[in-house]
């Protein structure tokens, strides 16, 4: 949650602060340096490569933590509540500024909230681990196959939202400035959801002598969601009325 924080962080500086502010403001300013530090960040090979690294460790944590949960129906539905108040929000933004490939049609929310719905609707018929393995696996092979072999970027003008939708669900192309396709992603839920149900069977720490106490990062942790909510929130809130007061306009 943390790196994904900076992540954000950076994809502001990159890209927010242009998209708000015109770039004859910005050039030869304290900023400009702070927009290209951002974007060579977002670049950068080594930051591509541990991404989808730490994106598999989210995933899977995320499929662990629901293997713990008694009704994931309700948590599902909950998760995608949330995310399409999200593609409402980027949606108004990108209204705003004019920048539409911000909008956020399918991202990790939406990818998180289906791949729950899915497992609570399997749990109905069965329980057994092994089948939630092999439904990741698969999942996971046929989403690396549309990966490799067609998922490339499109643009919202190329096509409509809901056509764009459908084709981050099975991974055949990728959009917006979020994007989690269900069948590569999704299936890393799934593994960690059989991961939950293989080490934490007694639901007891694999840790010997784990005590663990309130400090921040373990708030963190217990509210990872509503942290996700806000965060954003706050950094581009921060960044806009640090810029104001600095002296720059908003170009709208």
Excluded at 87 to 104: E, H, M, P, R, V
Excluded at 135 to 154: A, H, K, P, T
Excluded at 216 to 224: E, L, M, N, V
């Amino acid at each position: 949650v943390l790196l994904m924080i900076f992540d954000h962080l950076m994809f502001d500086f990159a890209y927010l602060i242009p998209s708000l502010f015109t770039k004859g403001q910005i050039i030869g300013t304290w900023v400009e340096p702070l927009t290209q530090f951002g974007v060579n960040y977002w670049n950068w090979d080594v930051r591509i490569v541990f991404h989808y690294i730490f994106v598999f460790v989210f995933l899977v944590l995320a499929g662990i933590c629901c293997s713990f949960t008694k009704n994931n129906l309700i948590r599902s539905i909950k998760l995608i509540v949330v995310a399409y108040l999200f593609t409402l929000g980027t949606f108004i933004f990108a209204k705003i500024t004019g920048s539409y490939n911000d909008i956020i049609s399918f991202g990790i929310l939406h990818c998180i909230g289906f791949a729950l719905l899915l497992i609570a609707l399997i749990e109905l018929i069965t329980k057994n681990k092994w089948v939630f393995l092999a439904i990741g696996l698969v999942f996971i092979g046929v989403g690396l196959f549309m990966e490799i072999q067609y998922g490339d970027y499109m643009f919202y003008e190329e096509g409509n939202f809901f056509q764009l939708t459908i084709y981050q669900l099975c991974g055949y192309k990728t959009a917006g400035g979020d994007s989690f396709q269900l069948f590569l992603y999704g299936g890393q839920v799934f593994l960690g959801y059989f991961l939950g149900k293989l080490i934490y069977k007694d639901r007891k720490s694999i840790f010997k002598n784990s005590k663990y106490s309130n400090n921040p990062i373990t708030f963190i942790g217990r509210h990872s969601l509503i942290v996700y909510i806000v965060h954003q929130i706050v950094l581009v809130g921060l960044i806009v009325v640090i810029l104001l007061i600095a002296g720059f306009n908003l170009k709208l």
